[in-house]
């Protein structure tokens, strides 16, 4: 693969977010680490998914691809353009290339803007159309590809159903010609029968316009249906990057495993015959993750030597990119997972006595 | 007879100058104890108001009215007054809700809201309620229990917390329980740990569970028998077996083509259900799914379709059912040879003659259990 078919490349990506207390002075006590140095490549005309649980950062890192949320470090390359670094008027101009689908249709769109008005804003913005008719002719090809009819320009976003305000806010991406689309939990707001609509249109919007996708869910089925390639992420780190049906076929990774076990198939005979990895425990705090592999806490296979203290780098294993020591040796079945109980989870900075409580608003509480 | 019969409910909400809502217009289903049975649909199908209107949960209200059925080892918990049914629910009938948040008192330790409930029903005190309610969070699987008493609902996660409502429903060893939506607000994971639990608890107490979700997924693992509801009536109901191998209304089959597979290939378009929820005839004028239905024929306007019941306690709602496998004459040569242990053919999407075996795991043992 050339670095040509390349379009966005993020390179040791990090955002932190302070963790502050005081009244007048803002001490800051610590960081949470959402985005903790992520490296990922999407090819041109292919879909990335990003899967993992709330709160291993996978939405931080959608957003600051876009530079939605400011990175703390890394970079990251856009069809040849480094971002970060960029002017806010020419990152302006980069936006047009770039646009975002958000989870919840009702609360991304302004209930006192009609539909052409929704569509046009962002065409305004960017100087698209030389007049009013062009301008309609682009939002009424938009319509179309969406599947939404003509009258709906006059409506406003509370007359329409889940679905189909989920397809104004794919034509509100649409409508500036993107090449990149970030779609945060596209579907996790909508009914069943409507998920697969709006899955269904966005992989025909992919191969008529050759759009790139990054779409970001929690829902392993859904991301490995629209998925070429798919990154699990775990408090704020890849842990494995793989080709969707070998992610399926052969995670390599005990917390892939553990996630593919959890996925419920709606088919009897898979639900009962599969084994099931039950993970102990929450996720740990991202202000105070565990030394080591992050997920060594909750690991069934577990070693005593390099979990705890040795952070476990990205590597190729196969067509797979595992961050896992010993992922050769569980593949090949020579470590056995053992029972994990689960411990209690809090960041260090909250350790407060069992019989203290403490107040409600507790800054830094993120668990 | 069984545990809770529930017979011909139905639940109307009237607002002055608008269309009386039926919400559950005429839904019937039995559980037997140590039986799981499951109530699946999409939002506005009015599984979470036949739930509620069990529990006797629903506001009090001059435009609600309740019709049918629920009687629950001999008593109709419909007709009960508020003293009796408060008896009842919490003590042989509980209830686990959707968002744990939410059904927490924000401003009480956890500890309170559960010995409530033994204080309540148990006529417990003091420590006796205390080390018993640390026992029951230790028994859903609460870490370090006495220290969690004393927090509030804010300082758990949330699998905690849904882990603290089922503690507190189960405290009594009620003989029933109802779960609405158990898992929609978790992760994945922490789904799996709860759906573990609530197997546990049926497996070990013999409580009848009524599991309320939009989730096919959980519902095929768990579930012995499923109602599939749309529009306020039961359209479909099987055993789970038959349900996902041979599915005849052709909502059931809509709803298993639109779910999109963990073990199927990267591009293969799925099948939605055209139209929305909205799109509904109202009962009376017909079948509520005829808008969106592809296989909708002349007679499905006019009058609703009865329910069709068929052997082995199935039933559908539909005068032109998606076909059985082995109905056409092709199926029935192949049916009658002695290789007939592969699946049949399911509409929509079928279920793979050899599912690749789960991840992660060793050779499956085989089950050789036929619909």
Request: overall charge neutral; proline content about 9%; charged content about 25%.
């Amino acid at each position: 693969m050339t670095d040509t078919d390349i379009l966005v490349e993020v390179r040791d990506l990090k955002v932190h977010f302070p963790i502050t207390r005081g009244v007048i002075f803002d001490r800051t006590v610590g960081h949470v680490k959402a985005v903790d140095g992520v490296d990922l490549r999407i090819p041109r005309g292919k879909t990335y998914g990003l899967v993992g649980e709330s709160g291993c950062g996978k939405s931080t890192l959608g957003r600051a691809l876009l530079q939605l949320t400011p990175p703390t470090a890394g970079q990251v390359v856009f069809d040849g353009v480094e971002l970060t670094t960029l002017p806010a008027g020419r990152l302006r101009t980069m936006r047009r290339r770039m646009q975002m689908i958000f989870q919840d249709p009702m609360s991304s769109l302004d209930p006192r803007q009609n539909v052409e008005s929704i569509l046009t804003e962002g065409l305004q913005t960017h100087g698209i159309g030389t007049d009013r008719n062009d301008r309609r002719r682009i939002i009424g090809e938009t319509l179309d590809a969406v599947g939404l009819p003509r009258w709906a320009l006059s409506r406003y976003p509370h007359e329409f159903s889940g679905g189909q305000r989920q397809r104004i806010g794919i034509a509100r991406a649409l409508v500036l010609g993107p090449e990149l689309i970030v779609a945060d939990e596209p579907v996790s707001a909508l009914d069943v029968s409507i998920q697969a609509q709006v899955v269904n249109l966005l992989d025909e919007l992919q191969d008529s316009l050759g759009l790139t996708y990054l779409v970001i869910a929690h829902d392993l089925a859904v991301v490995r249906h629209i998925s070429d390639v798919v990154g699990v992420m775990y408090l704020g780190a890849l842990v494995e990057e793989a080709p969707s049906d070998r992610l399926y076929r052969e995670p390599l990774h005990p917390y892939t495993r553990a996630l593919m076990s959890a996925v419920p198939v709606p088919d009897p005979d898979v639900e009962d015959r599969r084994e099931r990895i039950l993970l102990a425990g929450d996720l740990p705090s991202p202000a105070n993750p565990p030394s080591g592999c992050r997920f060594h806490t909750r690991c069934p296979w577990a070693q005593p030597t390099r979990c705890a203290d040795e952070r476990p780098a990205l590597r190729p294993v196969g067509a797979s990119r595992v961050a896992c020591h010993w992922a050769e040796q569980i593949a090949g079945g020579e470590l056995r997972p053992h029972a994990v109980s689960a411990e209690v989870v809090r960041p260090e900075g909250e350790g407060e006595a069992p019989g203290v409580v403490s107040a409600p608003s507790e800054p830094g509480s993120y668990v | 007879m069984a545990l809770l019969e529930v017979d011909d409910l139905s639940v109307t909400f009237t607002r002055r100058g608008q269309r009386p809502v039926r919400a559950v217009d005429g839904v019937s289903f039995s559980v037997d104890a140590g039986e799981v049975v499951g109530l699946v649909g999409e939002s506005g199908c009015g599984k979470s108001v036949t739930s509620l209107a069990i529990m006797g949960l629903l506001p009090r209200q001059p435009g609600l009215r309740i019709g049918g059925k629920a009687v629950f080892d001999g008593t109709d918990l419909l007709q009960l007054d508020d003293r009796s049914r408060r008896d009842i629910r919490g003590r042989d009938v509980a209830m686990v809700f959707q968002d744990p948040l939410s059904s927490l008192n924000p401003v009480i330790p956890i500890g309170l809201q559960v010995t409530e409930v033994l204080t309540r029903h148990r006529g417990m005190k003091g420590a006796e309620a205390g080390r018993e309610a640390a026992r029951l969070l230790d028994r859903v699987g609460i870490p370090d229990p006495k220290r969690r008493l004393k927090e509030y609902p804010h300082q758990l996660s949330g699998g905690m917390r849904q882990r603290a409502l089922i503690a507190m429903a189960v405290a009594c060893k009620p003989r029933l329980l109802i779960a609405d939506e158990p898992t929609t607000a978790l992760d994945v994971t922490i789904q799996a740990q709860i759906l573990e639990l609530l197997k546990e608890l049926v497996r070990d107490s013999g409580t009848a569970l009524v599991m309320i979700t939009h989730d096919l997924g959980v519902v095929a693992g768990l579930c012995d028998t499923i109602n599939v509801l749309y529009a306020g009536r039961v359209v479909e109901t099987a055993r789970r077996r038959p349900l996902f191998r041979q599915p005849r209304h052709p909502y059931t089959v809509g709803l298993l083509g639109s779910v999109p597979r963990l073990d199927a290939g990267r591009g293969e378009r799925l099948n939605p259900i055209p139209g929305s929820v909205r799109d509904v005839l109202p009962w009376p004028d017909g079948c509520a799914f005829a808008p969106r239905c592809s296989r909708r024929v002349d007679e499905c306007v006019g009058e609703p379709p009865e329910m069709v019941l068929t052997h082995d306690g199935r039933g559908y709602r539909c005068v032109n059912p998606a076909p059985l496998p082995g109905v056409t004459p092709a199926a029935d040569v192949r049916a009658t040879a002695p290789t007939a242990a592969e699946p049949g053919p399911v509409p929509a999407q079928a279920v793979p003659d050899d599912p690749p075996p789960a991840p992660g795991l060793g050779p499956a043992p085989h089950e050789e259990e036929q619909p």
